[in-house]
DNA sequence: CCGATGACCATTT
DNA sequence: AAAATGGCCATCG
């Protein structure tokens, strides 16, 4: 598949290790994640690692959402509906694409994680 | 090498 | 308060 320089790729391991610490029932952002790693303006950078995730390690990447709560990652995975599927086991509710009580459940690493 | 794209976010208008 | 713009950084054509 796709190469990645050894920056990136350790960029990246750094990205699932946080993402691997998420709890259950919990979500977090991509920024918020981005924010932990010292890189706040490279959220995208973080997407882009969520991205390369599926030939990686398993990945919640289900508990990672955007700044809104929205579920803008659901047709990377392999079924659409998957995602909040999964959220939903966690005890997480879904409307419309969008986490309910997002704001309650937000997962801050750099503010759980001492 | 350059321009365009993207699972984003913050700031400005 | 809602919409547009810019920035950020890696990947792809």
């Keep these: 598949m796709t190469k990645y320089n050894s920056k990136t790729l350790d960029f990246f391991e750094r990205v699932y290790k946080v993402v691997q610490l998420i709890p259950e029932g919990r979500v977090t952002s991509y920024g918020a994640i981005a924010k932990y790693l010292g890189a706040s303006k490279s959220s995208r ?53 969008k986490v309910k009580d997002f704001k309650n459940l937000f997962w801050d690493p750099s503010i759980e994680i001492l």
């Design 45 to 97: 950078i973080v997407g882009w690692a969520m991205n390369a995730s599926h030939n990686r390690y398993e990945i919640p990447a289900h508990r990672v959402v955007n700044r809104t709560g929205m579920l803008t990652g659901k047709l990377h995975f392999p079924t659409i509906t998957m995602m909040q599927e999964l959220l939903e086991l966690e005890g997480i509710n879904v409307n419309n694409d």
